[in-house]
């Protein structure tokens, strides 16, 4: 919220998709998963759920229904990117987004990296 601020204007869209998309349920069986040593992917994976499930047309949806076709996204996510253009949302620029990286989240984020694709940006 403070890097919009900065901006002077932006949205953040709020999608009820918890656990990328594999619902709140899932997402708690998953997180005890990760509590006996299981990264974030390999919990969903044993679970016999997709790595994400999101789907990125209700945003593309919310943006286009206040008349925003086109949009600068700050994401490291990948397939958030490909979601809203290929649901009609010109993406002109990724935004790089890290909110901290620490001891306790590394892992996780170095997950994501190295195993999802995600392109996160060095600790500033």
Do not use: W
């Not at 990117?81 to 170095?110: F, K, M, W």
């Amino acid at each position: 919220m403070a890097r919009i601020q900065e901006e002077g204007n932006g949205a953040i869209l709020y999608m009820r998709q918890e656990g990328r998309g594999i619902g709140l349920e899932a997402k708690i069986r998953a997180y005890a998963l990760q509590d006996i040593g299981f990264d974030t992917l390999d919990a969903n994976l044993a679970l016999n759920l997709p790595a994400d499930a999101r789907d990125y047309s209700f945003c593309a949806e919310m943006l286009e229904n206040v008349g925003v076709n086109e949009v600068r996204l700050m994401t490291n996510n990948p397939l958030k990117i490909r979601g809203l253009r290929i649901n009609g949302i010109t993406v002109q620029e990724r935004v790089p987004h890290l909110a901290g990286r620490c001891e306790s989240n590394d892992h996780y984020l170095s997950t994501k990296q190295k195993r999802m694709g995600h392109l996160i940006p060095e600790q500033a």
